[in-house]
């Protein structure tokens, strides 16, 4: 599918939204490991 893009357009587009998406699983995966090791709360007895 990227391939067919490039063949109808310029690269320029196409490398900032796969650097865009790259950038917004970088910034998930810091933010889930932030969460996995927050202050959990003490179970309920």
Known sequence: AI???AEHSSFGPIFIALSGLL???LLMAS???RA???AEPAPAE
Do not use: K, P, T
């Open 3 to 5: 391939g067919f893009v």
């Open 23 to 25: 950038l917004i699983v």
């Open 31 to 33: 933010l889930a490991h």
């Open 36 to 38: 996995e090791f927050a």
